[in-house]
């Protein structure tokens, strides 16, 4: 995909799917160490123990419409291809954790491309019955939101509204502008 | 025209998938970031890539394409010529870049 963003989308629309209600997300970017990491954590169903090493390969897929799934596999080979790893764990009626690891600097590393959009993308149609926990370090910069906390704060509206939304995705720009 | 003709032609190497050697190719596509062809690529063409991972034949089995063309004498992976086998998707190599077998393959007639 051309940009992070867009796996971190679809990994997050597999948590949904898994009927995940928690999802954190960890950015981190450490210039010093080259190294550029995204971890994902849900409290979704979790993946069958018997499919676990079956899940990177593409043509495993729990899906009925098409014989390829094609997303973990993707967001590994992007990983792989920028001198780093991608590590699954996950265990039934638990959760699943992603976490992958770039060389910050690799040329074919593609750029985050808009975190807001993506969170927004899902709080827009999922906030209500999901709550996202995001943090983003930057070389020990660090921006942290948590729908839990936003939710007491507007205390009553719904996170879906779009005065709400429309906040939010201000707020989130802002936040990680000034992280640089 | 078919995949054999073509390799005739281009004087392509074969690695692989030859059971599908004797399909009917439509045109052709081109293309490295594997979301992006996922997105745009139409079944029965060839496509060219410098990418060798098993994804690439995930994808060229998702869409139906004819055959894949590694460009620039990218080395592919094992587990990619397993798959491609097991599945008759061939897979051909030249040392030529995506432009100049998009050119050669146009001369034959393939737009």
């Not at chain 1, 973990?72 to 009626?93: H, M, Q």
């Not at chain 1, 939710?151 to 709400?164: A, F, L, R």
Request: charged content about 25%; glycine content about 6%; hydrophobic content about 40%.
């Amino acid at each position: 995909m051309k940009e992070l963003s867009l796996h971190i989308l679809d990994i997050i629309q597999n948590s949904i799917v898994a009927k995940a209600t928690m999802i954190n997300v960890d950015i981190s970017e450490d210039i010093k160490n080259n190294k550029f990491s995204i971890g994902i954590k849900d409290n979704g169903i979790g993946i069958k123990k018997n499919i676990l090493n079956d899940v990177l390969n593409p043509f495993v897929t729990t899906r009925k419409t098409r014989k390829v799934g094609l997303g973990l596999s993707l967001f590994k080979a992007t990983a792989e291809r920028c001198r780093g790893k991608l590590i699954l764990n996950s265990k039934e009626n638990v959760g699943t954790e992603i976490y992958v690891e770039m060389e910050y600097n690799n040329i074919d590393r593609p750029p985050l491309g808009s975190i807001e959009d993506t969170l927004i993308s899902i709080l827009s149609g999922e906030g209500n019955e999901i709550d996202i926990e995001y943090t983003h370090n930057v070389n020990g910069n660090i921006f942290t939101f948590d729908t839990v906390e936003i939710k007491k704060m507007i205390d009553g509206v719904e996170i879906t509204s779009p005065e709400i939304i429309l906040w939010l995705k201000d707020y989130i720009k802002e936040n990680i502008r000034e992280l640089y | 025209m078919k995949i054999t003709q073509i390799i005739e032609n281009l004087n392509l190497e074969l690695l692989s998938g030859d059971k599908g050697m004797e399909r009917e190719i439509k045109g052709v596509y081109s293309g490295d970031l594997l979301s992006v062809v996922m997105a745009n690529a139409k079944e029965q063409q060839v496509w060219l890539t410098v990418q060798t991972h098993i994804n690439v034949v995930a994808i060229a089995a998702l869409i139906d394409i004819a055959a894949i063309i590694v460009v620039e004498n990218m080395d592919v992976e094992e587990e990619t010529i397993k798959k491609s086998n097991a599945l008759g998707i061939p897979i051909l190599k030249t040392n030529k870049t995506s432009y100049e077998i998009a050119v050669e393959l146009y001369k034959l007639g393939i737009d």
